[in-house]
């Protein structure tokens, strides 16, 4: 048999292994425990804050400049088939109801007629 070449304060692989294998569980023990300490409500509150600050800043930009917003919804509704016009709301009552569809003011394109909800619909309303 060979003679064991190693001091007697080395680990063998196997041990050195073991060894962090053992840790490796401490900490992973350790990381559960801080993640189950994380209050993920006051996390989703303080992340709603921020996005609202954020969009009442946007809105802020926006209503500095009447102009900027008019000209920002009509690039948004831009028509795609004659490229000049833009898409303008006409309203009208159907069975106790107000529908909508959106024309173009340049061509006869128009879309089909949907429910209207004043806080959901949003463009320029035909007079």
């Known amino acids: 048999m060979a003679k064991n070449t ?17 840790q490796l569980k401490r900490e992973l023990a350790h990381l559960r425990k801080q993640i ?3 209050d993920v409500d006051r996390f989703e ?14 809105l802020q930009e ?7 917003n008019i000209e ?7 028509c795609r088939d004659c ?14 109801q107000t529908f909508y569809y959106r024309k173009c003011n340049n061509c006869p394109k128009r879309t089909k007629g949907q429910r209207y909800d004043s806080n959901s619909v949003k463009g320029i309303i035909k007079k």
């Not at 190693?6 to 053992?22: D, P």
Request: glycine share 8%; net charge positive; charged share 35%.
């Open 6 to 22: 190693r001091g007697s304060k080395e680990f063998t692989r196997e041990q050195r292994l073991i060894k962090e294998n053992r």
């Open 62 to 68: 926006n209503l500095g400049n009447p102009n900027s």
């Open 72 to 78: 920002a919804l009509k690039k948004q509704w831009e």
């Open 83 to 96: 490229g000049t016009g833009t898409l303008e709301i006409s309203l009208y009552s159907k069975m106790g």
């Open 45 to 58: 509150t303080i992340k709603e804050m921020v996005t609202d600050y954020q969009e009442a800043e946007r």
């Open 36 to 38: 189950t300490r994380i």
